[in-house]
Antibody
Framework: EVQLVESGGGLVQPGGSLKLSCAAS????????MHWVRQASGKGLEWVGR??????????AYAASVKGRFTISRDDSENTACLQMNSLKTEDTAVYYC????????????????WGQGTMVTVSS | QSVLTQPPSVSAAPGQKVTISCSGS????????VSWYQQLPGTAPKLLIY???KRPSGIPDRFSGSKSDTSATLGITGLQTGDEADYYC???????????FGGGTKLTVL
């Protein structure tokens, strides 16, 4: 089955750290860029960042709101992408989704046709 | 405030047609592809439209997309109660070097 499964969410204090994982199956993970998108309760979608494939030198890019605090990595041997979140703020509280372009033959590199179920991150004292 | 501007809500009766607008600029919609997503309550977003006007396999042709200059539009015909959801547009922004989304539009099928 083609799927993404996130894990690692939970409650963390402001200033703390948390690492999310995204396990992929059913498609050629190594050839796919992986993105993270978050959604605060009752709010819209916010792109967090992405990591490219080996063919793109594992290039990373981040939203301004998380740059310098969050790091995306991947392990192609384990079909897993990770989001390391440091110096967490209350405004980072959200459901975090990993997502990718898997099936559609899109010209756009951002037509996300596969999403995980999301994992909740709560930053609170 | 979102980089892409969508109306907060739209509504229409079952069987009718509705359009949802997404307004941007030359740095995003004007020069990059637009995607549209449907998010049912409590679920992950689902890709409805990509590359401005293409539908993934399994998405009915009741859903359509178009783009003109720096704006994009999602159209839904033959509305069904199951279409009640939040809809988001998204596009790469070359100036911000990041993916941007609209604030979302809540569709109510009366």
């Amino acid at each position: 089955e083609v799927q993404l499964v996130e894990s690692g969410g939970g409650l963390v204090q402001p200033g703390g750290s948390l690492k999310l994982s995204c396990a992929a199956s059913g498609f050629t993970f190594s050839g796919s860029a992986m993105h993270w998108v978050r959604q605060a309760s009752g709010k819209g979608l916010e792109w967090v960042g992405r990591i490219g494939s080996k063919g793109n030198d594992y290039a990373t890019a981040y939203a301004a709101s998380v740059k310098g605090r969050f790091t995306i990595s991947r392990d192609d041997s384990e079909n897993t992408a990770c989001l390391q979140m440091n110096s967490l703020k209350t405004e980072d509280t959200a459901v975090y989704y990993c997502t990718s372009v898997v099936v559609v033959a899109a010209a756009s590199r951002f037509a996300f046709d596969l999403w995980g179920q999301g994992t909740m991150v709560t930053v609170s004292s | 405030q979102s980089v892409l501007t969508q109306p907060p809500s739209v509504s229409a009766a079952p069987g009718q047609k509705v359009t949802i607008s997404c307004s941007g600029s030359s740095s995003n919609i004007g020069n990059n592809y637009v995607s549209w997503y449907q998010q049912l309550p409590g679920t992950a977003p689902k890709l409805l439209i990509y590359d401005h006007n293409k539908r993934p396999s399994g998405i009915p042709d009741r859903f359509s997309g178009s783009k003109s200059d720096t704006s994009a539009t999602l159209g839904i015909t033959g509305l069904q109660t199951g279409d009640e959801a939040d809809y988001y547009c998204g596009a790469w922004d070359s100036s911000l070097s990041g993916l941007v989304f609209g604030g979302g539009t809540k569709l109510t099928v009366l």
